[in-house]
């Protein structure tokens, strides 16, 4: 079946530049989390979606980072007046339900490059 | 053998040996952990689970071990193959409730020489 789905894949915006990634959860999917992954490190948790609620958003890293998942199905992670620290990969994962012990499955990320 | 890179610590290991990764990990409270697999250019891959009423669970050619004692966790590959290569995260969180975040470890490389 379809798994977690990104776009873009690749990403290089302009310092200043506002930038929009596309996460396609698994269909039916209730739980959603972005991640942020630097160059050699493993994933760093963003914010987490429960539906389309914004249940926990406290890896944001500043308010230039905003997410949304209006439907509870698409969301959209969004970047403001991107900076050259901004530069990662993001990466989208969805679990079926909302408990513990669930598998989170990854989308394939969006590498983003601010020059 | 063992060596710490640039960025990540690197596991190489001849095509056909067992290969054993290893991992720390930060919080006691910490009950469900996940070892996943990342190869290039694509996002992390479930491996296999355990929860922290075990210490020992098997899938096909892996075997994830846990020690609540010292906080630690390992991957037991067995007859490595050249698809194996690709970086090892092991990644905990909790049981209870939802939204339960994912914190990963460091991450090994692991390369498979022919």
């Known amino acids: 079946g379809a798994g977690v789905s990104q776009s873009p894949r690749y990403k290089v915006a302009k310092r200043g530049q506002d930038v929009a990634l596309r996460c396609d959860p698994i269909?039916?999917?209730?739980?959603l989390f972005w991640y942020q992954q630097a160059l050699g490190q493993g994933p760093e948790f963003l914010t987490y979606f429960q539906n389309e609620a914004q249940l926990d958003k406290s890896g944001l890293p500043s308010d230039r980072f905003f997410a949304e998942r209006p439907e509870g199905s698409v969301s959209t992670l969004k970047i403001q007046r991107t900076q050259q620290e901004d530069s990662a990969v993001y990466l989208c994962?969805?679990?079926?339900?909302?408990?513990?012990?669930?598998?989170?499955?990854f989308g394939p990320g969006t590498r983003l490059l601010v020059l | 053998g063992e060596s710490v890179g640039l960025h990540l610590p690197t596991l190489s290991v001849q095509e056909g040996d067992n290969s054993i990764i290893n991992c720390a990990y930060s919080n006691s409270a910490s009950d469900y952990f996940i070892w996943y697999k990342q190869e290039s250019g694509k996002g992390p891959q479930f491996i296999i689970d355990i929860r922290s009423n075990m210490d020992k669970r098997q899938g096909q050619r892996v075997t994830v071990l846990l020690n609540k004692t010292v906080k630690h966790l390992s991957l037991q590959i067995a007859a490595t193959q050249p698809g194996d290569s690709a970086v090892y995260f092991c990644a905990e969180t909790g049981l209870t409730g939802g939204g339960n975040k994912l914190t990963f470890g460091t991450g090994t490389q692991l390369k498979v020489e022919l």
């Open positions: 994962a969805s679990s079926r339900r909302d408990r513990g012990g669930e598998t989170q499955y």
């Open positions: 269909s039916g999917h209730v739980s």
